[in-house]
């Protein structure tokens, strides 16, 4: 199975893993198993778990992997296609006015792009330190800043990004395990 975390966009998505049953199954196909083997490691009847599976199948959540052979019979293997599913906040927005807003803005667009990146990351990261044990290197931090003006918000902007460059370089290496660094400045969406 593939561990990362998946940002879910289609709304029948979605749909699919609202079901408790499906979540369970889902849970179960963490890795390769048959309607049969998920039915006996949920509790639930196999009739029921081949309809479910058929549902996230249809919605492109779980995926056929294989077969074995069990006695006479030949099952089909499925496996969840992620260890985590994260429901983008595109989906509750109603109308084309947001889309519209973002293609205007660019440095929005990218902040709404950093938040999704960083709950999939993080929802992957959980995955990994949840079901395989492993200890996460990780950091982070929040901070309220208020700027007295744009320009001073502006120059707050000019001095960040002239001392970033030079700390990433002193830094970073070329080879290494690989980490991501984010900052994001914006107004807080509390005040008005």
């Not at 667009?109 to 990351?121: F, P």
């Not at 030079?166 to 984010?182: D, N, S």
């Amino acid at each position: 199975m593939n561990s990362r975390a998946r940002t879910l966009t289609e709304p029948a998505a979605v749909e699919a893993l609202t079901h408790p049953v499906r979540r369970r199954v889902l849970a179960a196909l963490r890795s390769a198993d048959s309607a049969a083997g998920v039915a006996r490691a949920i509790g639930q009847p196999r009739q029921k778990v081949n309809y479910h599976l058929k549902e996230l199948e249809r919605a492109r959540l779980v995926r056929p992997v294989g077969e074995r052979r069990k006695g006479h019979l030949i099952e089909k293997l499925f496996e969840a296609v992620a260890g985590t599913f994260v429901v983008s906040p595109r989906l509750s927005w109603g109308d084309d006015r947001r889309e519209d807003a973002l293609r205007d803005q660019i440095s929005l667009r990218h902040l709404v792009k950093l938040g999704e990146r960083l709950q999939q990351d993080a929802s992957g990261l959980l995955d990994r330190a949840a079901f395989d044990g492993e200890e996460i290197a990780s950091a982070s931090v929040e901070a309220d800043v208020r700027f007295a003006s744009e320009a001073a918000r502006s120059a707050f902007m000019e001095e960040y990004l002239s001392a970033l460059g030079p700390l990433l370089e002193k830094h970073g290496a070329r080879r290494g395990r690989g980490f991501r660094v984010a900052l994001a400045v914006y107004p807080d969406p509390e005040e008005e």
